[in-house]
């Protein structure tokens, strides 16, 4: 659980909190609920190691991050 708010903590950092609808640890997995135009997938830096499209959702995977964008 520390691993994960450190992980938290470095995202948002570069991020401004506000940015995100969303923000939770579910089964271990940080997970960043955010608008599309709010935020900047560049910004946050991480190299995704997948990246999924659900109908009006772009699902960014990495480790134990996600990042859903609507």
């Given at each position: 659980m520390k691993t994960n708010?450190?992980?938290?903590?470095?995202?948002?950092?570069?991020?401004?909190?506000?940015?995100?609808?969303?923000?939770?640890?579910?089964n271990g997995s940080i997970v960043l609920g955010a608008f599309e135009q709010d935020v900047l997938i560049?910004?946050?830096n991480i190299n995704w190691d997948s990246v999924e499209y659900?109908?009006?959702l772009t699902i960014f995977k990495k480790n134990n991050v996600k990042l859903i964008v609507s």
């Open positions: 708010l450190r992980k938290l903590a470095l995202i948002l950092r570069k991020v401004d909190a506000s940015k995100f609808f969303s923000i939770s640890i579910y560049d910004d946050l659900d109908l009006d």
